[in-house]
């Protein structure tokens, strides 16, 4: 499952840090930082609460086919 490449690629795509989406989700860096590298597991509510920190679906979180990047004009958490 390549979950945890898609929340990479959304939250880099929109300026968002790592250390502010673990801390919005109240978990340690690092635990965070093995989401994104498929080391960490993730329930359904995690994937909402990060789909809503980064503006996207669980769709797009959860999906095996390469998400599909949209520029927007502002991001948040930069």
Do not use: F, H
């Not at 340690?28 to 080391?39: K, L, Q, V």
Request: proline share 1%; glycine share 10%.
């Amino acid at each position: 499952m390549q979950y945890g490449q898609n929340i990479r690629r959304l939250r880099l795509s929109k300026g968002i840090k790592a250390q502010w989406v673990a801390n919005q989700l109240g978990i340690n860096i690092s635990t965070y930082c093995n989401i994104e590298a498929g080391r960490g597991k993730i329930d359904l509510d995690r994937a909402v609460q990060i789909a809503s920190l980064l503006g996207v679906s669980v769709q797009d979180i959860l999906s095996e086919a390469p998400v599909e990047i949209k520029k927007t004009g502002t991001e948040a958490g930069s």
